[in-house]
């Protein structure tokens, strides 16, 4: 397109540091991820994105683009996409995507156990929760609050998908979005969405993203529409008050949107 001055690509195995690092930084000022950044187990974005984007990038059903700034060459963004539904012919060929193999290996009785999932979009549903909404480790303290707060937006997450994808349904999901904050408001996440926007109209099938309270503003001018909330009062679930801000300083209400993309009607 004219005027566009990044270019979409194919993230690879080796852009993986440095995306984990970039979406830390774009989360740097999420009040959700400072805060639980506190807790007895602290949630590390980098550490969180260098563990489990490998895993996503050899997902037959996962496609992840990231932008690179034409003049510099810099690593500006990445968007995971889910495709859940889709079939081996009907994902989109991208350049240099690494091409998964269809059935990993697997013991027989299991893949067919994947298979079923797979329909269900619970392999891509599993990415998704855990890229919004990381699970707690198993060997984490049932008495932190943070725990709680996971347990209480997890189990909203997964009510959501049961009744946004009951079995056989055919959509998109954005597993993850992150911009630069050098790199923000030009344009960026925008045309990293379009990619799967263009899918959803081209196939007839909706997208739906579980937004994070400050990027909510980017969906909707992308067409996706808010079809229902859940409001957190982030002090309830809080370890301690925000550091550095003051005697009053408050962590804040912060919204998470279920959005969907209705895709074009023709
Ligand atoms: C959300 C995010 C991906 C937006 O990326 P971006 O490249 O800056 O977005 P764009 O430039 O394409 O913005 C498109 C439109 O979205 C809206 N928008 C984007 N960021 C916004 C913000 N911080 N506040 C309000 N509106 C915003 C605006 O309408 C903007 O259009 P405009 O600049 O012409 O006003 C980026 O801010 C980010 O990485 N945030 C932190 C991580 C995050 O929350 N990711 C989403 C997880 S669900």
Redesign the pocket.
């Known amino acids: 397109m004219s005027g566009q001055t990044f270019t979409i690509q194919a993230l690879q195995l080796q852009d993986v540091p440095e995306a984990a690092q970039l979406s830390s930084d ?2 740097l000022t ?1 009040r959700q991820t400072q805060m639980k950044a506190l807790g007895r187990n602290p949630f590390n974005m980098k550490e969180y994105q260098t563990q489990s984007l490998p895993e996503m990038l050899k997902s037959p059903r996962c496609v992840i683009l990231k932008a690179v700034d034409n003049e510099t060459g810099e690593f500006a ?1 990445f968007c995971n996409w889910g495709l859940i539904g889709f079939s081996p012919e009907e994902m989109p060929v991208v350049e240099g995507r690494i091409q998964p193999p269809e059935k990993p290996a697997a013991a027989p009785a299991q893949q067919s156990e994947n298979e079923n999932d797979k329909e269900n979009g619970k392999d891509k549903e599993k990415e998704k929760s855990s890229a ?1 909404e990381p699970k707690p480790s198993p060997d984490a303290d049932p008495d932190d609050p943070i725990e709680r707060l996971q347990a209480l937006t997890g189990a909203d997450l997964d009510a959501w998908q049961k009744e946004v994808m009951p079995k056989g349904t055919k959509c998109l999901v954005v597993i ?4 630069s904050p050098k790199f ?7 045309a990293l969405l379009r990619w799967g926007t263009n899918i959803c109209d081209e196939a007839g099938v909706f997208a739906w ?1 579980h ?2 309270e ?2 909510w ?2 969906y909707e ?1 992308a067409g996706f529409q808010v079809i229902r909330t859940l409001d957190v009062d982030l002090d309830e679930y809080a370890p301690c008050p925000p550091p550095d801000e003051g005697p009053e300083a408050k962590w804040g209400h912060y919204v998470f949107r279920y959005m969907k993309y209705f895709g074009s009607q023709d």
């Open positions: 774009a989360f999420d963004g919004v993850g979005l992150s911009v923000q408001r030009r344009g960026i996440g925008s993203v937004s994070s400050p990027a503003k980017i001018k």
